[in-house]
């Protein structure tokens, strides 16, 4: 059974910082992408960035220089770095994994990228106040 758990969620005000965790069990594939995404009540779920088996990464292109995807392959867990957050990042954050290779921000299908991802985790929110 694979499971993620996502932490690290809080409320930060306007060029702040945060650090999310996402930590991986279950899934057993040496190759694999493991995505994070975000989604605003009401709004699609929209991809953040990603990072595949290989550490290549790739993000959309408003957290471009802001945030950094990471992982720490022995202890089966991704991170993301965010830095100089704005109130537009205000979501809730949810890790995901799916096969190799990650698809490449921007896709031109949402659905169809979101669907590239076969496990999810619950999410963490994310607040920035101005």
């Known amino acids: 059974q694979v499971h993620l758990v996502e932490s690290g969620g809080g409320s930060v005000q306007s060029g702040g910082s945060l650090r999310l965790s996402c930590a991986v069990s279950?899934?057993?594939?040496?190759?694999?992408?493991m995505g994070w995404f975000r989604q605003v009540i009401g709004q699609e779920r929209e991809g953040v960035g990603s990072?595949?088996?290989?550490?290549?990464?790739d993000y959309r292109e408003s957290v471009k220089g802001r945030f950094t995807i990471s992982q720490d392959t022995a202890n089966k867990t991704l991170f993301l770095q965010m830095n100089s957050l704005k109130p537009e990042d205000t979501a809730r954050y949810y890790c995901?994994?799916?096969?190799?290779?990650?698809?490449?921000?921007?896709?031109?299908?949402?659905?169809?990228?979101?669907?590239?991802?076969?496990?999810w985790g619950q999410g963490t929110q994310v607040t920035v106040s101005s």
């Open positions: 995901a994994a799916g096969p190799y290779p990650c698809m490449r921000l921007p896709y031109s299908s949402v659905y169809t990228y979101r669907r590239s991802f076969n496990y």
């Open positions: 990072i595949d088996s290989d550490g290549a990464t």
């Open positions: 279950g899934y057993t594939y040496s190759s694999y992408c």
